[in-house]
């Protein structure tokens, strides 16, 4: 057997045993799922030898089920309950909660990259660029690999925290999730074997049919990453919106029920899209750290394109995350109005203003990187002079998006106001307007891209004229659609009005769409003004991902408050009450300082993570540092 | 492409000088009337005219060899629209919202500054000028700066600072979520599903679709639907009962809640703050049937926890109303203002 051969047997038996990974948790949990939990029934009474089923009623399914797991602990205000130091312990809590979850969505997020990134080097034809993609994919893992050992380590000190602050709830939510306790432990088992293999693994199958196997481990990898996310995401989901107990709390037997609550698949989707974003812009940060300190030409070159790669990657995930969050909002509004409205429309209605102000942020940053980028590409001036107009376009979207419904006022401005909503700014300060605003954000993003990607390029197609009128009049007539629902949504009932968002969407979204694929058509064999010219590109677009990937993390924080505090006084929200001495939401002020506290605690750590990276790079420079990116001309695939 | 720009720039000149003549009483100031209904969208179209206005006005000032510099447009445009936001709009726009506002345009207007390499260097040469102080008019610039700028900031930290007589800013939560379920008379009503009994069509039937094509048309002076005239002797069922309720209601509400449901009754202004208006989109366009029942019944004396600092007097009126009444102040509400009271299906 020849030396190749073996190494391809090895690849496929490492295939195999990563897929058995996948599958024994699975495996382990058809017992425990087929016997219903397998705890031991507390719903089964002996009376006088027989035994005597008691059942209950799920509260959210509403279906009977027989009782197997003791009731909700009532909690007191005490230090069995909630043993503590001097200091508060939510806060504590919220702390080791938020970092692990910062390091989660990351270490979550970058192999999902990792996998694009080198499937699109698999399937490049150029090999220059194929290497360069390929180096950027290792790059990325590498840069997950020390992460992975942090999120592991935050994990520990979150369930420590939890255990010594919160040990009745813990015990509670831990009974309740038994039955998958096991799985969740497995899983992280498996993703951790597989990541390592994957990494280590790298240089071994770089070529041919091995690589595919390479790619193939990346698969395995996300699926596992993702099964781990949704485990995780349906004790969040349980607490927010409770199924399969009844109302004491007790378990009844149906551990499907526990976990696919009413809030978890929007929760799965929203998250998901969430880390990528999230991901996409912490590497895109470290990519402009790494920018901004380069030394030379080829470096900057470097970093360049891969803060390109990295913040296109995390945008495209970004555009469709306000219509998962949407989604997640409407299911709250299904699931309990009360909650709905504590969120959007009372208590904590002016975090979603904040929130309004982050995403703006976001989208301002992606658009304002897009322009700056404009400026490595000769024969781009054309677009240049139009970019005060989508300025225009984006403040008006934006200024509408945060307007806020419950508005900051003194008394005096109230009386000279006249009552409590503004004439003009009551308006959109209501749904129907915020979602034209976010609608004309997200489309003049997708204009920006449009123009970027044919920055340098004049279309050669025979039927350019009429492609570029047609580009311009489907623009123009999916604002005038989009303005124009926003309106019409005032005079409409509220549940047509929701509704509403459909087409609004599907308006965006097919700007997204066909515009891209039209473009790409119409620039196809395009005739060429220069080539990209990777690292000429201004410190002002460095900084502006440094601030998307900054406007990231706050948001995150922000969102995971937000989500967490609409529970108000529950631990689990109408089963099982919080008793302890913070049962009250914080104000809106505190709220901010320790979400910034966090960001800035995850900044400083995650800086460590980059500087350690950077240390092994300079032990062991990379082979593929040859192919300078920007030399190699590729610009067709370059965008 | 100059014809067009120069009419942009015609609009802009004419539309700035009328602004200005507005705000300083040259011309009066409802020469361009904001109009009730329309002013949102007006507000934002004047603004893409002024935008449009500004460029043509400087594409002809280039084009004749006139160059504005662009550190000043971009100064000056952040001006202008902190200036319209002031003036333009009324009522006034709280300060909270103003700054808000502000530092988006302020942000905008460097984005514009700056969107390209050439364009930012224009923008920066006048402070690198005043910094590097070459000419002797650059220094005693400079030194004018180093001068006032402490002195600004001093006097702002001082007004800011100082002790102020007003009464704080109070960040009221306008709609508290309401409880799952409210007991009025005896009777417990589930907030997300019970209905108005008196919201039916002719067959008795609740029936939403039915009472939506009857109520009032949204728009300049209310039009009421034609044959949809609850004061016809033989009006029946459905607008029977708005009848019904509107004189429950000017005995009752238009004291406060106005003879429009505007908020402006007669003692609105004894109150701080006044009462809700009913004609605005974010008060009952906003909520569910049951979530002004439960309001309505319970009073600023029953707001909930999240509701503070309660600043609401209206009387629980379940203590002076039976339950029918209620519910046909309610159906009279949103069929004056013209909502639909929102449903979650």
């Known amino acids: 057997m020849g030396s190749v051969t073996r190494t391809k047997l090895m690849s496929i038996m490492a295939l195999g045993a990563m897929i058995g990974l996948l599958l024994l948790p699975i495996l382990v949990a058809i017992p425990a799922l087929a016997s219903d939990g397998g705890s031991p029934a507390a719903g089964v009474k002996k009376e006088g030898g027989d035994a005597k089923v008691e059942k209950g009623k799920d509260v959210y399914y509403k279906t009977e089920g027989i009782v197997s797991g003791p009731p909700a602990p009532k909690t007191t205000d005490s230090e069995k309950d909630y043993p503590r130091y001097n200091f508060e312990s939510r806060v504590l809590l919220w702390f080791a909660n938020q970092q692990h979850l910062y390091y989660g969505s990351f270490v979550l997020a970058v192999p999902i990259f990792c996998m694009i990134i080198e499937f699109m080097g698999v399937v490049s034809k150029d090999k220059a660029l194929a290497k360069r993609y390929d180096q950027l994919a290792y790059d990325f893992i590498k840069i997950s690999l020390t992460a992975y050992s942090l999120t592991a380590i935050l994990g520990g000190i979150l369930i420590f925290t939890f255990l010594t602050l919160y040990p009745a709830f813990f015990q509670y939510l831990s009974g309740i999730f038994r039955p998958v306790m096991h799985i969740y432990a497995l899983m992280f088992v498996a993703e951790s074997g597989t990541l390592y293999i994957y990494y280590y693994g790298w240089d071994k199958m770089k070529e041919g049919f091995l690589k595919w196997i390479h790619l193939s481990m990346s698969v395995v990898l996300n699926v596992i990453g993702t099964v781990l996310m949704f485990l995780a995401n349906s004790w969040i989901g349980f607490m927010m919106s409770p199924a399969g107990v009844d109302e004491q709390g007790r378990y009844l037997g149906n551990i499907w029920h526990v976990i696919h609550t009413a809030l978890w698949n929007p929760l799965n989707l929203h998250r998901i899209l969430g880390n990528m974003a999230f991901g996409g812009g912490v590497v895109a940060a470290y990519a402009a750290y790494r920018f901004l300190s380069a030394k030379n030409d080829e470096e900057r070159a470097h970093y360049d394109w891969m803060g390109y790669i990295a913040m296109a990657l995390g945008v495209s995930f970004l555009i469709p995350l306000p219509f998962a969050g949407y989604w997640l909002m409407r299911e709250v509004y299904a699931y309990r109005q009360q909650m709905g409205i504590t969120l959007m429309g009372g208590l904590l209605a002016w975090l979603f203003i904040i929130q309004a102000t982050m995403i703006g942020i976001l989208f301002l940053s992606t658009n304002y990187y897009l322009w700056q980028a404009l400026g490595r590409m000769r024969g781009a001036e054309k677009y240049q002079r139009y970019i005060k107009y989508l300025v225009f376009l984006l403040t008006c979207g934006f200024l509408v998006f945060i307007t806020p419904h419950t508005i900051v006022m003194t008394p005096a401005e109230l009386k000279a106001m006249g009552g409590q909503q503004h004439p003009v700014l009551g308006n959109y300060g209501v749904m129907s307007a915020k979602n034209g605003g976010i609608n004309v954000i997200i489309t003049t993003t997708v204009l920006s891209f449009v123009w970027y990607m044919r920055g340098n390029k004049v279309s050669t197609v025979s039927w350019s004229k009429f492609g570029n009128i047609f580009m311009g009049c489907f623009f123009f007539f999916a604002y005038l659609n989009i303005i124009l629902l926003a309106i019409y949504g005032y005079y409409i009932p509220a549940n047509v009005r929701v509704g509403l968002s459909v087409p609004q969407v599907a308006t965006t979204l097919s700007c997204l769409f066909f515009m891209f694929a039209l473009n790409s058509v119409m620039m196809k064999g395009a005739k060429q003004m220069g080539p990209i010219e990777w690292g000429k590109i201004s410190a002002r677009s460095q900084y502006a991902l440094i601030m998307l990937a900054t406007a990231f993390t706050w948001m995150m924080g922000l969102m995971g408050y937000i989500r967490s505090s609409v529970r108000l006084f529950w631990h689990v929200n109408e089963i099982m009450r919080d008793n302890s001495p913070w049962a009250y939401t914080h104000t809106v002020g505190f709220a901010a300082n320790m979400i910034s506290a966090n960001v800035l605690f995850f900044w400083t750590t995650i800086m460590f993570v980059f500087w350690l990276g950077a240390l092994a790079a300079k032990k062991a420079p990379v082979e593929a540092k040859a192919a300078v990116p920007g030399r190699a001309a590729a610009p067709a695939v370059g965008h | ?345």
């Not at chain 2, 001006?79 to 300060?95: A, D, E, N, S």
């Not at chain 2, 900031?153 to 309401?178: C, K, N, Q, W, Y």
């Open chain 2, 1 to 345: 492409m100059k014809a067009l720009m120069s009419v942009g720039a015609l609009i802009g000149v004419v539309g700035l000088l009328t602004l200005i003549g507005m705000i300083f009483g040259v011309v009066p100031s409802n020469t361009v009337r904001l109009v009730e209904g329309y002013m949102p969208m007006q507000v934002l179209s004047e603004l893409a005219i002024f935008v449009a206005g500004f460029a043509g006005l400087s594409y002809l000032l280039n084009s004749m060899g006139i160059v504005f510099p662009r550190f000043w447009q971009g100064i000056l445009f952040w001006v202008f629209i902190q200036t319209y936001l002031k003036f333009r709009i009324y009522p006034p726009i709280p300060f909270s919202v103003r700054a808000m506002y502000g530092t988006v345009s302020f942000v905008a207007v460097f984005m514009w500054v700056s969107a390209n390499e050439e364009d930012w260097k224009k923008f920066k040469q006048p402070i690198l000028n005043v910094l590097d102080a070459n000419t002797g008019f650059h220094k005693a610039l400079r030194t004018m700066y180093l001068i006032l700028l402490p002195l600004l900031i001093g006097g702002f930290s001082f007004l800011t600072m100082r002790p102020s007589v007003d009464e704080p800013i109070e960040l009221r939560t306008v709609h508290p979520a309401p409880p799952a379920s409210t007991k009025v008379h005896g009777k417990t009503y589930t907030l997300q599903t019970s209905q108005n009994p008196y919201r039916v069509n002719p067959e008795g039937k609740y029936d939403q679709a039915y009472s939506n094509k009857l109520i009032v048309e949204q728009s300049m002076g209310r039009l009421m639907a034609p044959n949809a005239n609850p004061w016809d002797e033989k009006a029946e069922g459905y607008l029977k009962y708005v009848r019904e309720g509107g004189e429950i209601f000017f005995q009752n509400c238009h004291f406060c809640h106005g003879d429009n449901l505007n908020g402006r009754g007669l003692h609105a202004f004894a109150f701080n703050p006044i009462p809700a208006n009913f004609t605005d989109p974010g008060t009952i366009a906003q909520l569910q049937e049951t979530f002004i029942f439960w309001r309505v019944a319970k009073g600023g004396i029953g707001l909930p926890t999240e509701g503070f600092p309660w600043a609401s007097v209206m009387p629980p009126w379940e203590q002076h109303l039976t339950t029918d009444e209620i519910w046909k102040v309610i159906l009279f509400e949103y069929w004056h203002t013209g909502y639909y009271p929102r449903t979650w299906d």
